[in-house]
Structures are given as structure tokens and as C-alpha cells.
């Protein structure tokens, strides 16, 4: 027997998965000149010295091998002092798992909690990898609409209507990536009630939760459901270290046992000297003070677009009160998708905004722009926009 020859071999769950919008736009973008990108979820600023000097302190002193999968032990109760300091949580070293960033967190979760033939309830508009890692896990995806007359915050009685009998896990995600919203702690309390009165998990990923404005709280949601929650977050965005690869996951001691077991044939274990440099970032109140400078910086930034959008012909912003993004409304009367828009933004102004699509359906309508860009590129950027803008 002959069998045909082929170049390579692909599994099929490979093709279920999108290729990121936001990558494809990016793309384009490089292929230009004279480009300003607001389209980037990444902070633009250092890593503090400190966390960079105590990873290289840890090098010298041959944190160069192999940790324990779960993470070196002070790590882990770094992190639990972290919440006992911030939040007045209790939490145990053996329910943190210390992972390649919240990425890793979110994708062991949905591993280790769903199958085929359950339901996760995922927001929409929602960050990218939510969706995609819904598909690996071959489980129905309900999505959830976030609305403007709202203030873009999961809604209590639409949660309950969309659960189903097959439904084992809510995703959510404040201070939000796309639009900037932040959660009532009311919500938060309803959201963590509806979670143990159905006996779902709660995915909460939580990586902007330090970069708040006018008075804004965070609140966690292993507060209020600590045996349904399965906390995601990050030290790439509060510590400006999002090639560091470094996060954790907390979750009830049978969850994240299994997590666990995954986590130690996928990754092993996270890099052990960037491990250490984490112990630093928490405890060093030198980091917390460039994480309070950041913020303030972003602040200005926020203010300033702010400013610059509410001027503009045919954009309507959404006022954010966290994270580094404003999600901002095209007027109808353009007659352009998301993906138009943005296109058009490109070649006429040579800036990059995200179209809301990327992040879901009901993102149609709207575009992403990120501040956390320095200020002299944020104010070409809005000139441009406004240029652009008042020719049509």
C-alpha cells in the first residue's frame, strides 16, 4: 500500500482557532511608515531597578535550576501576604500556582474545568484568549453582552438568565480590557452569590487591578466566593514586566491541584530567578512607589485623551475608571464597521486603534485606544485623529 504524501501533519482543534485581529493590524502598521500605535496593552514604561536588580542578584546567587511546579515557596507566600496586606484575604500557600504569566493562568483553568459538552459564560466585548481557550476545551461558549447602559458591567439578572444546566464556569474580567470599567462591589457581591447558589467557578482575571482613577476600588472575588473562584493575575502589567512571563493563579485546593498537574508537563516550572525578582516586587515598598507613579502618569494620560476625543467629530468615549484603555463609540452616520474605521484610522492618520470586533460582537461600533503611550506620541496621535476626522 501506497499512502499519499503530505508535507506535514496538523491536528484539526489547530484550525478552531482565530488568529488575533489586533496581530493582523499590527501587521499592516509595521508595513508603514511614520505609524503611532494606541493599540498595544502594554505598559511603556521600565521595570522598576529594584525587581531588576534582585533578579540579578538572583543569578549571582544560581537561582539558574529547577523550582518546585506550584513555585518556590516564598514566592507563593509573598503572594498570599500580598492579599492578607491589600485585601484582608486569607490565603494559603498550597491554592497558589505560580504561572507563565495570567495567559497560563486562564488556559489551565479552562483545562483543568471544562470538557466537552459544558458551558462557560464569557462577556461580551472580552480580552481575545478567553474564546480561544473556550474552543481547545471543547466547551459551549455563551457569550454575555456588556452594556453601554451599564457602564459596560456584567449585569446580575442577565448572568442568571444565561446559565444552563451544563454551565460550569463565569469569566470575569475588572478593571476591564477593552472598555476601562470597573465593578461595583454591589456586583461583584451578587456575582459571587449567583456562582455558589449554581455551583459555578468563577474565572476572575484580574491583571489591571492597581491601575484605578477617581476614587475607584478594586475588589477581588476570592473575597466573597473563595471556594468558587479561580483568581488569574500578573505582575506584567502593575510591574511593568510583561516579558518577565510572570503570574499566578489561586484557586480551592482541588482545583488548583489538578492546574497543578498540568502546569507540570506544560511549563515545569516559571523561571526561577524571575520568581525571585517577584518576591521583591511585593515586598520592596520601592516598587510600590513607581507602581503609584505609573498610575499617576496614566492618569494624566487618561485625562488628556479624554479631553482630545470629547472634541472630536464622530467619536463618543466611554469615560474609564481602570486599566489604560478608553473604549470609544463611531458614530453611526460614518457608515463604517469597527474594522473599517480602524483601516481608515491607518491609512488617513497613520494610528492604530483596535477594532471593538476583535473583542467580540457587541464590540461592533466601538474601537479600543490604549494610553500607555508617552505623552508627546499620545498628543501627535490625537492631532492626527482630529485631522483625519474633520475631513470627512
Same mark, same amino acid.
Given at each position: 500500500?501506497?499512502?499519499?504524501?503530505?508535507? =506535514?501533519?496538523?491536528?484539526?482543534?489547530?484550525?478552531?482557532?482565530?488568529?488575533?485581529?489586533?496581530? @493582523?493590524?499590527?501587521?499592516?502598521?509595521?508595513?508603514?511608515?511614520?505609524?503611532?500605535?494606541?493599540?498595544?496593552? @502594554?505598559?511603556?514604561?521600565? !521595570?522598576?531597578?529594584?525587581?531588576?536588580?534582585?533578579?540579578?542578584?538572583?543569578?549571582?546567587?544560581?537561582?539558574?535550576?529547577?523550582?518546585?511546579?506550584?513555585?518556590?515557596?516564598?514566592?507563593?507566600?509573598?503572594?498570599?501576604?500580598?492579599?492578607?496586606?491589600?485585601?484582608?484575604?486569607? %490565603?494559603?500557600?498550597?491554592?497558589?500556582?505560580?504561572?507563565?504569566?495570567?495567559?497560563?493562568?486562564?488556559?489551565?483553568?479552562?483545562?483543568?474545568?471544562? @470538557?466537552?459538552?459544558?458551558?462557560?459564560?464569557?462577556?461580551?466585548?472580552?480580552?481575545?484568549? =478567553?474564546?480561544?481557550?473556550?474552543?481547545?476545551?471543547?466547551?459551549?461558549?455563551?457569550?454575555?453582552?456588556?452594556?453601554?447602559?451599564?457602564?459596560?458591567?456584567?449585569?446580575?439578572?442577565?448572568?442568571?438568565?444565561?446559565?444552563?444546566?451544563?454551565?460550569?464556569?463565569? %469569566?470575569?474580567?475588572?478593571?476591564?480590557?477593552?472598555?476601562?470599567?470597573?465593578?461595583?462591589?454591589?456586583?461583584?457581591?451578587?456575582?459571587?452569590?449567583?456562582?455558589?447558589?449554581?455551583?459555578?467557578?468563577?474565572?476572575?482575571?484580574?491583571?489591571?487591578?492597581?491601575?484605578?482613577?477617581?476614587?475607584?476600588?478594586?475588589?477581588?472575588?476570592?473575597?466573597?466566593?473563595?471556594?468558587?473562584?479561580?483568581? +488569574?493575575?500578573?505582575?506584567?502589567?502593575?510591574?511593568?514586566?510583561?516579558?518577565?512571563?510572570?503570574?499566578?493563579?489561586? +484557586?480551592?485546593?482541588?482545583?488548583?491541584?489538578?492546574?497543578?498537574?498540568?502546569?507540570?508537563?506544560?511549563?515545569?516550572?516559571?523561571?526561577?530567578?524571575?520568581?525571585?525578582?517577584?518576591?521583591?516586587?511585593?515586598?520592596?515598598?520601592?516598587?510600590?512607589?513607581?507602581?503609584?507613579?505609573?498610575?499617576?502618569?496614566?492618569? @494624566?494620560?487618561?485625562?488628556? #485623551?479624554?479631553?482630545?476625543?470629547?472634541?472630536?467629530?464622530?467619536?463618543?468615549?466611554?469615560?474609564?475608571?481602570?486599566?489604560?484603555?478608553?473604549? %470609544?463609540?463611531?458614530?453611526?452616520?460614518?457608515?463604517?464597521?469597527?474594522?473599517?474605521?480602524?483601516?481608515?484610522?491607518?491609512?488617513?492618520?497613520?494610528?492604530?486603534?483596535?477594532?471593538?470586533?476583535?473583542?467580540?460582537?457587541?464590540?461592533?461600533?466601538? #474601537?479600543?485606544?490604549?494610553? +500607555? !503611550?508617552?505623552?508627546?506620541?499620545?498628543?501627535?496621535?490625537?492631532?492626527?485623529?482630529?485631522?483625519?476626522?474633520?475631513?470627512?
Amino acid at each position: 500500500m501506497r499512502y499519499k504524501k503530505r508535507k =506535514y501533519f496538523l491536528a484539526g482543534r489547530i484550525n478552531i482557532i482565530q488568529r488575533s485581529k489586533i496581530r @493582523e493590524l499590527f501587521e499592516k502598521a509595521s508595513k508603514m511608515e511614520n505609524v503611532i500605535s494606541l493599540g498595544i496593552g @502594554e505598559p511603556d514604561f521600565d !521595570t522598576p531597578e529594584v525587581i531588576k536588580d534582585a533578579a540579578k542578584r538572583a543569578l549571582d546567587e544560581g537561582y539558574t535550576h529547577y523550582t518546585p511546579n506550584a513555585g518556590i515557596p516564598e514566592f507563593r507566600e509573598a503572594i498570599a501576604e500580598y492579599y492578607e496586606d491589600f485585601y484582608k484575604v486569607d %490565603v494559603d500557600i498550597d491554592n497558589i500556582l505560580v504561572t507563565a504569566g495570567a495567559y497560563e493562568a486562564t488556559y489551565l483553568a479552562f483545562q483543568s474545568i471544562l @470538557e466537552q459538552g459544558d458551558d462557560v459564560i464569557i462577556p461580551d466585548p472580552a480580552f481575545v484568549c =478567553y474564546v480561544e481557550d473556550a474552543k481547545i476545551a471543547e466547551a459551549g461558549i455563551i457569550r454575555i453582552p456588556l452594556r453601554e447602559e451599564h457602564k459596560f458591567r456584567l449585569n446580575p439578572d442577565e448572568l442568571v438568565e444565561a446559565i444552563t444546566k451544563r454551565t460550569r464556569m463565569i %469569566v470575569i474580567n475588572y478593571p476591564n480590557n477593552p472598555t476601562g470599567a470597573v465593578m461595583k462591589k454591589s456586583v461583584v457581591k451578587a456575582i459571587a452569590d449567583i456562582a455558589q447558589d449554581y455551583n459555578i467557578y468563577i474565572l476572575s482575571d484580574e491583571p489591571y487591578e492597581h491601575f484605578l482613577y477617581e476614587g475607584a476600588k478594586h475588589y477581588p472575588m476570592i473575597k466573597y466566593a473563595p471556594d468558587n473562584t479561580i483568581l +488569574a493575575n500578573s505582575f506584567s502589567k502593575t510591574f511593568a514586566m510583561t516579558g518577565w512571563r510572570l503570574g499566578f493563579a489561586i +484557586a480551592p485546593k482541588q482545583v488548583i491541584r489538578d492546574m497543578i498537574k498540568l502546569h507540570a508537563y506544560v511549563v515545569g516550572n516559571v523561571t526561577s530567578f524571575v520568581q525571585i525578582a517577584g518576591i521583591t516586587a511585593l515586598r520592596d515598598k520601592r516598587s510600590w512607589e513607581a507602581v503609584e507613579r505609573m498610575r499617576q502618569v496614566y492618569d @494624566e494620560r487618561r485625562k488628556l #485623551v479624554l479631553k482630545y476625543l470629547n472634541d472630536m467629530p464622530h467619536l463618543q468615549p466611554f469615560k474609564p475608571k481602570g486599566a489604560f484603555y478608553i473604549w %470609544v463609540k463611531i458614530d453611526p452616520e460614518l457608515d463604517m464597521t469597527s474594522e473599517d474605521f480602524a483601516d481608515w484610522l491607518l491609512d488617513n492618520a497613520r494610528v492604530v486603534v483596535i477594532p471593538g470586533t476583535a473583542f467580540g460582537k457587541q464590540g461592533e461600533g466601538w #474601537v479600543r485606544i490604549s494610553y +500607555a !503611550t508617552e505623552k508627546d506620541k499620545l498628543i501627535e496621535a490625537m492631532e492626527r485623529m482630529k485631522e483625519a476626522l474633520s475631513k470627512l
